[in-house]
């Protein structure tokens, strides 16, 4: 499913960790796979309250947590870089879909990173 939302289409999502040669960008990818997936799943399920939204961020949140292992198999991990540029692209995302009321903290509060 094609993203609909044109700020969306125009972001460059977790552009620090690209730059950044300690992240292999094959898991970069992954991850983006992942944001990608949430707004597709935004666009389609259409989450009419913070709590729906929170659903489908903290499932995205769970997948990317689960990336741990293969970026410590990869001599990286999910550090302080990561960390900010994986939160900015979620606030990027939310704010995006309208949700401007939502804390960062709570739209990615199942994080282990």
């Known amino acids: 499913m094609p993203i609909s939302n044109k700020e969306i ?27 990608v997936e949430l707004c597709e799943s ?4 259409n989450p009419k309250s913070s709590s729906e939204l929170l659903s489908l ?11 741990e292992e293969e970026f410590e198999d990869n ?5 302080t870089v990561a960390r900010e540029d994986m939160a900015e692209s979620f606030e990027f995302i939310v704010r995006s879909y309208g949700f401007s009321d939502v804390e960062i903290e ?3 509060a199942t994080r282990e990173w």
């Open 57 to 67: 961020t903290h499932a995205a949140t769970d997948r990317i947590n689960e990336l």
């Open 75 to 79: 001599h990286s991990e999910l550090e």
């Open 42 to 45: 935004i666009e389609s399920q």
């Open 9 to 35: 289409n125009g972001y460059q999502f977790l552009s620090e960790m690209y730059d950044d040669g300690y992240f292999p960008n094959f898991l970069v990818d992954k991850i983006k796979t992942i944001l």
């Open 106 to 108: 709570d739209v990615i």
